[in-house]
């Protein structure tokens, strides 16, 4: 089943809400008109009984309710919906005056009244709503009466009833309305989505250069699009090493394996004698063995570059490991006439192996491209929160250009050096994986006639 979409969603949501909230207007807007004419005839109940009190007051004693009403009568002439009943409370006929339309209800006669103005909701025989406010007053003669004036709201429920079928009659149009423009609403915000996907449609592996136009956004898709165009460049650049990666790898591999099939191919071409299969398969184990060490680093350097690898990071005596590496290094330093000075202390976080995996390269980088005689120097510096662990040869520098890429794979300063002195153009990148797996970093400092030096920036313990 095909789900609806999210413009369908919005505007269905959106109407249902429009719909709620028109509903609640109608039944807020009944009751306030419900209520302001329930305020509006009790007001005038009170200021017409105020008249009456000041009538009978003045002018009326019990003897003239009967010949002088006619300022009562003045007070509901022309009103069919008022009428006035005063009733004495001790006399021998129970209603001394009855004006307006007649209310001979018994209900009517039954309602209490004293000295504060009452009002009493009640309906008659025929089912129409009456207010009546009723209070007790004294006539000029001082005789007391229970004054009841009653209204007749049945003009007040009409008009309440036609405003709600008015209301329920354009209740449909309204949400018609509504709904075409709450579709038309979310059309036109959801556009730039619409353009979202087309964009997305066109990007590919191969065709990362797509982006996505952050002008004129609201904010959220500003932002959402602006996220998108960081991920598709953090993509371009990933697809971009991957296919230089993918490249120098294959250049790298093709020369020993070329080199295994040109010397196979060459001894298996006529019968020699053993003394020259013997030099074949060394030549041949020579090759394999720089094979089996770029393999071995492409395996670390997947390993490492794993985003969910972590390491056990443990408090580190530097100076032990680094004199404990230097010492593997002493036989070839002995070779070419190099001295290893070391100097300085400290403590850091990190993992022992693979800190001397590190410093393993870069002590073998600076006593391969070290000058015969020179020394190299490795030392150990407290900086604030931080501990350098720094390797420095005084032989030829590294051009200004080639700094920013020196810890790229397979990248190499000098076209083939690295590949000519045994090297396999991976130490440099492993050593930068190393230290963001420890939260540091390598930094490199060199000038053309040299000294070049390398540092490892680790936490300090």
Not at 185 to 194: C, S
Not at 330 to 339: M, N, P, V, Y
Request: include cysteine; hydrophobic fraction near 45%; proline fraction near 4%.
């Amino acid at each position: 089943m095909k789900r609806p979409s999210l413009s369908l969603r919005l505007g269905l949501g959106v109407t249902l809400l429009g719909a709620a909230l028109v509903l609640l207007l109608a039944c807020l807007a009944v009751f306030a008109l419900d209520h302001e004419l329930d305020s509006r005839a009790r007001k005038d109940l009170t200021r017409k009984m105020q008249q009456v009190e000041h009538n009978l007051r003045v002018d009326l004693r019990s003897d003239d309710l009967g010949a002088r009403a006619h300022p009562l009568l003045d007070l509901v002439m022309g009103h069919d919906n008022l009428s006035l009943s005063v009733i004495a409370i001790n006399g021998r006929h129970p209603a001394l005056l009855s004006l307006g339309p007649a209310m001979q209800s018994q209900h009517l006669l039954n309602l209490e009244a004293d000295e504060r103005l009452t009002f009493h909701a009640w309906r008659d025989d025929g089912d129409n709503q009456i207010l009546t406010a009723s209070r007790l007053m004294r006539l000029r003669d001082d005789t007391p009466v229970k004054v009841l004036m009653s209204l007749n709201r049945s003009d007040d429920n009409s008009l309440l009833q036609a405003y709600l079928h008015s209301t329920l009659l354009a209740l449909p149009l309204l949400l018609v309305l509504i709904g075409i423009a709450a579709w038309k609403l979310v059309q036109r915000g959801l556009r730039p989505l619409r353009h979202f996907r087309r964009i997305a449609g066109q990007v590919s592996a191969q065709d990362l250069t797509h982006r996505l136009p952050d002008e004129g956004l609201p904010s959220e898709l500003a932002d959402l699009a602006r996220a998108i165009n960081i991920m598709l460049d953090r993509l371009d650049q990933g697809v971009r090493q991957l296919s230089q990666f993918s490249d120098d790898l294959a250049h790298e591999l093709r020369t020993p394996i070329g080199n295994l099939m040109g010397k196979a191919q060459v001894t298996l071409a006529r019968e020699r004698d053993g003394d020259k299969y013997r030099e074949a398969l060394e030549d041949s184990v020579e090759e394999l063995t720089r094979l089996n060490r770029i393999i071995n680093d492409m395996l670390f350097l997947a390993q490492v570059s794993q985003p969910q690898t972590q390491v056990a990071l443990a408090p580190l005596t530097l100076a032990d490991e680094v004199a404990r590496v230097s010492e593997l290094f002493a036989f070839s330093a002995e070779l070419k006439g190099i001295s290893l000075h070391l100097q300085g202390w400290g403590t850091a976080l990190a993992d022992r192996l693979m800190f001397q995996r590190a410093l393993s390269n870069l002590l073998s980088n600076a006593i391969r491209h070290a000058p015969e005689g020179e020394p190299v120097a490795v030392g150990i510096e407290r900086l604030g929160n931080e501990i350098a662990v720094w390797v420095q040869n005084q032989g030829r520098g590294i051009e200004e250009t080639h700094l920013p890429h020196l810890f790229e794979r397979f990248y190499r300063a000098g076209a083939g050096r690295s590949r000519l002195e045994g090297g396999t153009g991976l130490g440099l990148a492993i050593v930068k994986s190393i230290m963001q797996l420890h939260g540091g970093r390598i930094e490199v400092r060199s000038s053309p006639l040299g000294p070049t030096r390398f540092t490892l920036v680790f936490r300090a313990e």
